[in-house]
């Protein structure tokens, strides 16, 4: 068998592209959003479509809410309504149901 040069030279620019490809999906079709729960608040209220919801007990003194949606599927937002209430909101689209947001709620011990 010879070594054949442009087989290599194709193969690695695809493998090359590939990952360029998951880079800019990963990196720029993707949200990511950390919020630190203030103590002012004491309710967090969850108005979420087709998200997946973790829960964690511990941690850091304060909670800690992580967002993660795909940008071109819907929208997400975290804000405070007053009155010790705060509101973390999480629309997805139905059409692709294996593209779900993630919701992380981290509370203190």
């Known amino acids: 068998a010879r070594f054949r040069f442009f087989l290599m030279l194709r193969w690695a ?8 490809f998951g880079y800019f999906v990963l990196h720029t079709m993707t949200t990511q959003t950390l919020w630190t729960i203030p103590t002012s608040v004491d309710t967090l209220l969850l108005d ?4 997946n919801v973790i829960i964690v007990s511990g ?3 304060r909670g800690e809410v992580t967002l993660q949606h795909w ?3 819907g929208e997400s937002s975290v804000r405070e309504q007053g ?3 705060a509101r973390v909101q999480a629309h997805m689209s139905a059409l692709m149901p ?3 947001c993630l ?3 981290q509370h203190p011990p």
């Open 103 to 105: 919701v992380t709620v």
């Open 98 to 100: 294996m593209f779900r």
């Open 71 to 73: 940008n071109f599927l």
């Open 83 to 85: 009155g010790g209430v």
């Open 59 to 61: 941690g850091s003194q």
């Open 13 to 20: 620019v695809a493998m090359l592209g590939l990952h360029a």
């Open 48 to 51: 979420l479509e087709h998200c």
